[in-house]
């Protein structure tokens, strides 16, 4: 089944520029975002919905954030993103008004199902992001959005990953048309952008050979700090934890405006930092402020590796190594973004001779608490 690759994750990583066009498949209309799951929502009772509860564990959690600094752009309605776990034990404020957007892979995450259970019961309306058609928490939901990701095997998530950003866009741009909160040229250029994901996550794969070969320079290292800003934060989360469970390697994702409340004490000669940088064509740019972190942690002796738009020159003169994305606007670059930092840990993970498909002590699908 693994067609000629080395790896499960291989495969599905190679394979993602299929799970964002499949999961797009059908639902891009003459223009207009169509997602006939979502019939049983009329358009009233989107537009009288207060507020969105994501829930979601590990990687489906980083795809929940991702999602709330786009969702909340287009359709400026509020979202929190909350861990299953948590949310399920602490009594969580909601009401008929929120919404409960659940997003799981496997649909049998315990904790996510149960946190959708609950949602119900409080008589908030339920939505689930799943990937595996038939799966208890889609039936337990008022409606699902399938991503069309195809069977994910290897126990790191890569393809469901994307898929899930797509599957909240889409639905993140249909709840902006109902909520008139997006001009019709604003709706068809985001549309447009996400139809353009697959052909530059291609784009973005054909740098893996640098990606391996730093990771294989890298393979005695210890600790890996992962650095980003806006869209850019859920994703240096999302590398730090594909390092950890692929590679065992102490890794940790940042806010950029965090550092100098702690993080940066632990810049020393040498750490590796991952630094995912925002595009300079931003509007309220933040490119400036992560190119001074930048500043900062080099004159620390940190060794960075920037991950930016391709022509974005202001961070030559300070990255040891830059990897190249597509141009691409600013909501969207987590979808290019995260493509060389799970093939940074894909190749660590080998090059310590590791099980890449099968990380120590970890389940595909995790349906006990
Ligand atoms: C990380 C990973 C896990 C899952 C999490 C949720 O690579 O695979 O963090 O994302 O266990 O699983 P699902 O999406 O099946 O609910």
Not at 49 to 56: D, E, K, L, N, S
Not at 106 to 120: I, P
Not at 187 to 212: C, F, H, M, N, Y
Not at 300 to 315: N, T
Request: aromatic fraction near 6%; charge should be negative; charged fraction near 20%.
């Amino acid at each position: 089944e693994k067609g000629g690759w080395s790896s499960f994750m291989r495969k599905e990583v190679s394979e993602q520029p299929e799970a964002v066009a499949n999961t797009i498949r059908g639902r891009i209309v003459e223009g207009e975002v169509h997602i006939p799951e979502l019939e049983s929502f009329g358009d009233d009772e989107l537009r009288g919905i207060r507020r969105i509860t994501i829930v979601a564990c590990g990687t489906a959690s980083y795809a929940g954030l991702v999602a709330k600094y786009a969702i909340e752009q287009w359709a400026r309605v509020p979202v929190e993103v909350e861990l299953s776990h948590e949310f399920r034990y602490r009594e969580p404020v909601i009401d008929d008004t929120t919404l409960v957007l659940s997003i799981s892979q496997s649909g049998e995450t315990m904790d996510t199902l149960m946190a959708v259970k609950y949602a119900r019961e409080q008589g908030a309306r339920t939505i689930s992001i799943c990937n595996t058609q038939g799966a208890t928490i889609p039936r337990e939901s008022d409606a699902v959005v399938y991503t069309h990701a195809g069977p994910e095997v290897a126990v790191a998530s890569t393809k469901a990953f994307v898929a899930q950003i797509t599957a909240l866009y889409l639905f993140g741009l249909h709840l902006a048309r109902v909520r008139g909160t997006l001009s019709r040229e604003a709706l068809t250029e985001a549309l447009t952008e996400l139809q353009e994901i697959p052909a530059k996550i291609e784009t973005v794969l054909g740098e893996s050979e640098r990606v391996a070969q730093l990771a294989h320079w890298m393979a005695d290292t210890r600790s890996v700090l992962f650095l980003g800003r806006h869209v850019g934060f859920p994703i240096a989360l999302e590398g730090a934890l594909k390092l950890k469970e692929l590679a065992y390697i102490h890794a940790e994702g940042f806010a950029a405006g965090e550092l100098k409340h702690g993080p940066i004490a632990l810049i020393e000669p040498g750490q590796p930092v991952f630094v995912v940088v925002p595009s300079p064509r931003g509007s309220a740019s933040l490119h400036p402020k992560v190119v001074s972190n930048i500043q900062e942690i080099r004159a620390r002796g940190a060794r960075v590796i920037a991950i930016a738009e391709a022509g974005d020159a202001a961070v030559l003169p300070f990255a040891d190594e830059v990897i190249r994305i597509p141009l691409a606007a600013p909501l969207f670059e987590p979808l290019l973004a995260v493509v060389p930092l799970q093939v940074f840990a894909m190749e660590l993970s080998q090059a310590k001779g590791l099980d890449v498909d099968q990380p120590r002590n970890l389940a595909k699908s995790v349906t006990v608490e």
